[in-house]
């Protein structure tokens, strides 16, 4: 809820038992542990996202990307503006949840993709992309920079969050090396009593950036492609 006004719910339609998604054996003796499943949590740094497009909405004409959505609630939040919101998330069960979560809420100005940023691509680009506690991969920093860098408009904006990766200042340069700027902040959320903390960035292409790139903003839509 935003300071000085009246608060806005949104429902979130989550796993009751995540524990149960885990594979215990495999974590003792698979040669590759598998990823656990993280898409069944609100991460902190999703709630500071939710928080601050609360403070400041998305105009109704925005069209905006949830990337590495997990349960939705940043776009959420975000479609409730009235923004066109494409839910993206390399696991399908998450956009099961996402579905049925604006469904209850009475939202249908949104889609999902199922989408790995690390080798696909989308015919389309965003005026705001939304990115919460995805940075923990070092091996994907690269391609989450290109990806982040192709699907932006010309004038748009990344909010990212990161919380726990001490080298995702890595990433953060690599977008700096592209012509971004960082406006970063602080952000405090109360997750079961506690403050936590997690580290806002705010992306923009400076102006002379763009005149240098000579970038012409894209409005097309289609499916996934490989890249």
């Known amino acids: 809820t935003a300071a000085g006004k009246p608060p806005i719910m949104v429902e979130l339609c989550t796993v009751a038992s995540p524990e149960e998604l885990v594979d215990r054996a495999a974590l003792l003796s698979a040669r590759r542990v598998p990823e656990p499943p993280y898409w069944t949590l609100v991460w902190t740094g ?31 939040v975000a479609a409730r503006s009235g923004a066109h919101t494409v839910f993206a998330d ?21 889609e999902t993709r199922v989408l790995d940023f690390t080798c696909d691509s989308l015919d389309r680009r965003f005026d705001l992309i939304l990115a919460a506690d995805i940075v923990y991969e070092p091996a994907d ?43 970063c902040e602080a952000s405090w959320v109360l997750e079961e009593g506690r403050r936590e903390r997690t580290w806002l960035h705010r992306l923009r292409r400076p102006q002379s950036s763009l005149d240098a790139r000579g970038l012409k903003t894209s409005t097309r ?6 890249v």
């Not at 996202?49 to 776009?75: F, K, N, Y």
């Not at 919380?163 to 700027?181: E, I, P």
């Open 90 to 110: 390399k696991i399908p069960e998450c956009l099961d949840f996402v579905s049925a979560s604006a469904a209850r809420a009475g939202i249908d100005n949104y």
């Open 141 to 183: 920093y690269e391609p989450l920079v290109s990806f982040l860098d192709r699907h932006l408009n010309d004038n748009g904006s990344i909010w990212l969050t990161e919380t726990l990766r001490a080298d995702a200042k890595l990433m953060l340069a690599s977008l700096a090396v592209r012509g971004f700027s960082d406006q």
């Open 46 to 76: 999703a709630r500071a996202l939710a928080r601050a497009l609360l403070e400041t909405p998305p105009p109704s004409s925005a069209r905006i990307l949830d990337l590495g959505c997990g349960l939705g609630l940043c776009g959420l």
């Open 221 to 226: 839509s289609g499916p996934l492609r490989r």
